[in-house]
């Protein structure tokens, strides 16, 4: 019992270091994509940063998730629900931005025809 405790915990943590890597990864890369069309004054620059943010996140979430398996005590657990708490409070926040947008720039090109 104690080797499969040994192996989960492993297995998750590697699993929570590479969510992490892949979430830090997208909003980098987001961030100079945004950057780049920003630069070049593209309308949809908010918008596309704002879904790589959201999907940024969402990696990062998932590692947060999967912390909780490996936890050793509530401090731990409060600390780990705080986190998911505010990154999903800023998911929710992102995602009703991006619908916002989308919206507005069908909108947009509606009245432009």
């Given at each position: 019992?104690?080797v499969m405790?040994v ?25 100079i ?21 959201a ?16 936890v050793?005590?509530f ?16 998911s ?5 931005e ?10 947009h090109?509606?009245?432009?025809d």
């Amino acid at each position: 019992m104690e080797v499969m405790h040994v192996l989960l915990t492993k297995v998750v943590d590697f699993a929570i270091l590479l969510f992490e890597l892949v979430g830090v990864l997208i909003v980098v890369a987001s961030g100079i994509h945004g950057t780049y069309s920003y630069l070049k004054r593209d309308p949809y620059t908010k918008l596309n940063l704002a879904k790589g943010l959201a999907m940024g996140l969402e990696f990062k979430m998932g590692s947060e998730i999967l912390r909780t398996v490996v936890v050793r005590d509530f401090s731990e657990i409060l600390t780990v629900a705080g986190i998911i708490i505010l990154r999903a409070a800023l998911s929710f926040l992102i995602h009703w931005e991006i619908k916002n947008g989308e919206v507005a720039e069908s909108e947009h090109a509606l009245n432009k025809d």
